[in-house]
């Protein structure tokens, strides 16, 4: 299997530019979590999904960020307008859901810079 | 809430040095336990896991054991190499929280040859 993939690896955009995130979860995988990982915050969840509902959003920081899975294998996380503060790696991660407490598998990130 | 709180790092330590990493959590019920580990410039990557009291997960050298009765899961190595310099999370799956974890706010160990 591939594993979990995103696109890009990194980006580097200016303040108050779009920006779009992208994932493919693991084929099979019904679960998929949005990250976001800074220093000084450390590891947190923005969003996740379970069957392309969105269940739990309270992570999302503000109306500038937006997330969709329009299909079992597709995912996107968009902010806009896009700040210096957005700077930080984004993971996205899946699992299966039928099994509880199962495994999340991580994508690589993207790494994002905003100038 | 479910939360898991993990020794702050960074950890330093020498080639072939024992490990020891402290993660105790807060959760009712039966949690799953993880740990998981981050290789700088990548993705974090499942090193082992243990769903039930006293089950001993173990991978690549590394284990920790659910101690339900001190609410850890400790992770330790035998013998570090350098190739073990990461980041390490202790995390835990809620009872009812379906797969959403709960992270530690990540160890850094460094070893040195």
């Known amino acids: 299997d591939a594993g979990v993939i995103q696109s890009p690896r990194h980006e580097v955009t200016e303040m108050g530019q779009e920006v779009t995130l992208r994932c493919k979860p693991i084929s099979g995988h019904n679960s998929l979590f949005w990250y976001r990982q800074t220093m000084m915050r450390g590891l947190e969840l923005l969003i996740y999904f379970n069957n392309n509902v969105p269940i739990d959003d309270s992570g999302m920081p503000e109306d500038r960020f937006s997330a969709k899975m329009p299909n079992a294998s597709f995912s996107t996380l968009k902010i806009q307008p896009s700040e210096p503060r957005d700077s930080a790696v984004y993971f996205c991660a899946s699992s299966l859901l039928e099994h509880i407490q199962e495994t999340q598998y991580f994508g690589p990130g993207t790494r994002l810079l905003v100038l | 809430g479910d939360s898991v709180t993990q020794m702050e790092g960074p950890v330093t330590l020498s080639e072939e040095a024992f490990l020891t990493i402290n993660c105790t959590y807060t959760a009712t019920g039966y949690p799953s336990l993880f740990w998981y580990v981050q290789y700088p410039g990548e993705g974090l990557q499942l090193l082992l896991k243990?769903?039930?009291?006293?089950d001993k997960g173990s991978n690549k050298g590394f284990e920790a054991t659910y101690r339900k009765e001190t609410t850890s899961f400790h992770l330790e190595k035998g013998s570090v190499q350098v190739s073990d310099s990461a980041v390490y999370f202790c995390?835990?799956?809620?009872?009812?929280?379906?797969?959403?974890?709960?992270f530690g706010g990540g160890t850094r160990l460094m070893v040195k040859p």
């Open positions: 243990a769903t039930k009291a006293d």
């Open positions: 995390a835990l799956s809620g009872d009812n929280a379906g797969n959403m974890l709960t």
